[in-house]
Each structure stands twice: as structure tokens, then as C-alpha cells.
């Protein structure tokens, strides 16, 4: 009958290989823990560059609508500028500055620009010259802005039109 028993491994043995159990297991939780934590961050990260881009979408996507809209800004700053003061005149500028006000909510603001300032390539477009008619030029108000065709805006910071003008030239 005592052949059926095995005989049964010393109880040293058996804790030994318990703990040598338990030690790896505990180093293999660990390792899933360091690894959750990695994907927890990459998950932060794309969702943080998916903002990111979203944002960058719509941005875009605004800065076509404004650049399309500043044709009737356009239309509505000339009407101002030839229609005589009257009560249609109010009207406009009512509805002009609330054009305006949506459009700077979004992001446009205009380029300060005035007559008599210097020509600058990077803010300006020069669409019509007028040549200098005084005597005895010293050619010194070359490329001054004489007049102001149309405004230009930035979007965000980022030059979305130049100022179309005139300047003086002595060709």
C-alpha cells in the first residue's frame, strides 16, 4: 500500500519553490504595470496631437471662409466711402461692423498701414504706381504708399492678404 504514496517533497524545498513563484509573478505584474503606464502615456500623447491637428483643421478651414468673406468687407468699405450720410449709410456701417466684429472673433485683424509710409514687400502689395511730378526730386519718397487700394489682413499672427496700394515712383 505504501507504493501509492509519492513520497511528498520536503517542506524546505516546497517553500523555496513558492517564493521563487511569488517573486516572479510579482516581477510579472510589475512589468504589466510598466507597461499599462506606457500605453496610458502614448494614448495621452495621440489624443493630445489629435487636438492638435484638429484645431489646426479648423483653423484652416476658418481661414478660407475669412479670406472668401473679405470681398464683401471690401464691398461694404467702398459703398461707405462713395455713398453720401444718410439713413441707407447707417444701415451699412451697422451691418459692415458686425461683419467685421465676427471676422475678428475668428482670428483677422488688419495690418496697420498709412499714406506716406515706406512700401514694405512683406505686408504690402503695390498694384498701381504714380509717378512723382515735383521738381528737383531727390528720388527720397520712392516707394512711399500714396494711396490705400484695399486693406490687408493677417489671420492669427499669419499674413493672409497684403494691403493692396499705390506708390510713388520716379521711372
Same mark, same amino acid.
Given at each position: 500500500?505504501?507504493?501509492?504514496? /509519492?513520497?511528498?517533497?520536503?517542506? /524546505?524545498?516546497?517553500? #523555496?519553490?513558492?517564493?521563487?513563484? *511569488?517573486?516572479?509573478?510579482?516581477?510579472? %505584474?510589475?512589468?504589466?504595470?510598466?507597461?499599462?503606464?506606457?500605453? %496610458?502615456? #502614448?494614448?495621452?500623447?495621440?489624443?493630445? /496631437?489629435?487636438?492638435?491637428?484638429? =484645431?489646426?483643421?479648423?483653423?484652416?478651414?476658418?481661414?478660407?471662409?475669412?479670406?472668401?468673406?473679405?470681398?464683401?468687407?471690401?464691398?461694404? /468699405?467702398?459703398? !461707405? %466711402?462713395?455713398?453720401?450720410?444718410?439713413?441707407?449709410? =447707417?444701415?451699412?456701417?451697422?451691418?459692415?461692423?458686425?461683419?467685421?466684429?465676427? !471676422?475678428? @472673433?475668428?482670428?483677422?485683424?488688419?495690418?496697420?498701414?498709412?499714406?506716406?509710409?515706406?512700401?514694405?514687400?512683406?505686408?504690402?502689395?503695390?498694384?498701381?504706381? @504714380? =509717378?512723382?511730378?515735383?521738381?528737383?526730386?531727390? &528720388?527720397? #519718397?520712392?516707394?512711399?504708399?500714396?494711396?490705400?487700394?484695399?486693406?490687408?489682413?493677417?489671420? %492669427? &499672427?499669419?499674413?493672409?492678404?497684403?494691403?493692396?496700394? @499705390? *506708390?510713388?515712383?520716379?521711372?
Amino acid at each position: 500500500m505504501n507504493e501509492h504514496y /509519492e513520497e511528498l517533497p520536503k517542506r /524546505e524545498e516546497t517553500i #523555496d519553490e513558492l517564493l521563487e513563484k *511569488i517573486s516572479n509573478l510579482e516581477k510579472e %505584474k510589475e512589468q504589466y504595470l510598466e507597461n499599462l503606464k506606457r500605453a %496610458k502615456s #502614448d494614448v495621452l500623447r495621440i489624443q493630445s /496631437e489629435y487636438e492638435e491637428k484638429f =484645431k489646426e483643421i479648423q483653423n484652416i478651414a476658418n481661414l478660407e471662409l475669412i479670406y472668401h468673406l473679405l470681398s464683401v468687407l471690401d464691398g461694404f /468699405e467702398l459703398a !461707405l %466711402k462713395e455713398s453720401e450720410k444718410n439713413e441707407i449709410n =447707417k444701415g451699412f456701417y451697422l451691418i459692415y461692423s458686425q461683419l467685421k466684429d465676427v !471676422l475678428e @472673433k475668428f482670428g483677422l485683424s488688419e495690418i496697420e498701414i498709412s499714406p506716406n509710409q515706406k512700401f514694405d514687400p512683406n505686408f504690402h502689395e503695390a498694384i498701381a504706381k @504714380k =509717378k512723382c511730378v515735383q521738381e528737383n526730386c531727390s &528720388g527720397e #519718397d520712392e516707394g512711399l504708399i500714396v494711396e490705400i487700394l484695399s486693406k490687408g489682413y493677417f489671420f %492669427k &499672427g499669419r499674413l493672409l492678404r497684403p494691403s493692396r496700394v @499705390k *506708390i510713388i515712383t520716379h521711372e
